[in-house]
């Protein structure tokens, strides 16, 4: 990812997402942006900010892929939240600062797979050699497993010839008894307010205090050699580098997508439920102009995390969030409709396009499904049709019709092996020109 410069970038956004250009651009500068600030002398570093980003645009145009991909391209821990599932200090609810706890664990895992990717090789080096232990004890010197008689051979010999064995599948089904670490905590009564961030730290307080049991199981030679390199690797794996690493990334290079900013703009002043929605902005504040988060892998700054905002703002508008919110997203991008045209690149051109993933599917059953270019016309005709009749949903509109329409043979499919089924406009319209025409029906069905 250092190497890539923003126009390779959107390029590599532009294979799953179509159109959205200066939301592609801002992102893929903003990313380019902590590369540059990493290369900055220590004195400066700490003194450039992200510039986080508001993406405005109704539902289904793209906004939460272009995060999701773009963290994906930079490997950096991601994390998509609805912003109107929190609530201010004080109130029922989880809290903001469980934001920052759950990029941390996801920071942790992302390092921490690296890792023992990293000793893989080594770890099922060991756990082969326990395995060995298990089939052949090292105490029966001269004894020799049942079945497998070699009066001839040595101690030395025999462990050989079971690892040829081992390595060629031949003892898979055979069972083994192993020892395994018991991770049942005891049950715990719920605290009355006490959120779930509280009851995830009480059971990792118990987990790490308890003396862990360990019980013994009765399982095949190919499960048991999965669950020995599994522990084999957590031993190679130096944890506490991990943390150290996990929070270092989590810092510089974590992307933090608030979906649903528009639901807690304070629209008017009125009581009722709305009334602690500036709440959340204020608690979000901190967070987002860069403050210090306590989560259970250590400390966590916040002032270098990237935000992306974004939300449809049909009702309100960014100008109704509170003004020191407004300054810490200085970038504003929107984001167009979709058009006829835009969905007829959306179902072809991505590299995961519905027209590919529909006759991959099935392809499974023995099914030869194919679309003509008037038929894919039509169905892009449709859904921009029946997303100005009714509310617009975007690209998700696409799914609701290729299923409608491509019921009849999903169902029949088991029964089609070898069947060519092609799909023109005719068939598109004989299966949805009814639904499309009655204005109703078409709210309940598309």
Known sequence: ?????????????????????????????AVRNRWRRQKLPPELRDEVAPKNIIMIGPTGVGKTEIARRLAKLAEAPFLKVEASKFTEVGYVGRDVDSIIRDLTDIAVNMVKGERTAAVGERAAELAEERLLDLLVPPGRAGAQPVGFETPQATPQ?????FRTMLREGKLDDRMVEIEIRDRTLPMVEVVPGAGVEGMDQLRDMLDNLLPHRVKRRRVKVMEARRILAQEEAQKLVDMDEVLAEAIRRAENSGIVFLDEIDKITGRERAYGPDVSREGVQRDLLPIVEGSTVSTKHGMVRTDHILFIAAGAFHISKPADLIPEMQGRFPLRVELNSLTKEDFIRILTEPQNALIKQ?????????????????????????????????????????????????????????????????????????????????????????
Request: proline share 2%; no cysteine.
């Open 157 to 161: 010999e025999t462990r050989e010839k």
């Open 358 to 446: 529909y006759t991959a599917l099935l392809a499974t059953e023995g099914v030869d499904l194919s679309f003509t270019s008037d038929a894919i016309e039509e169905i892009a005709s449709i859904a921009s049709t029946v997303n100005h009749a009714t509310e617009n949903i975007g690209a998700r509109r696409l799914y609701t019709i290729m299923e409608r329409f491509l019921e009849d043979v999903s169902f029949e499919a088991p029964h089609m092996d070898g069947v060519k089924v092609e799909i023109n406009s005719a068939y598109v319209r004989d299966k949805l020109q009814d639904i499309v025409r009655d204005e109703d029906l078409s709210r309940y069905i598309l």
């Open 1 to 29: 990812m250092e190497q890539m410069t923003p126009r390779q970038i959107v390029a590599e956004l532009d294979r799953y997402i179509i159109g959205q250009n200066a939301a592609k651009k801002a992102v893929a500068i």
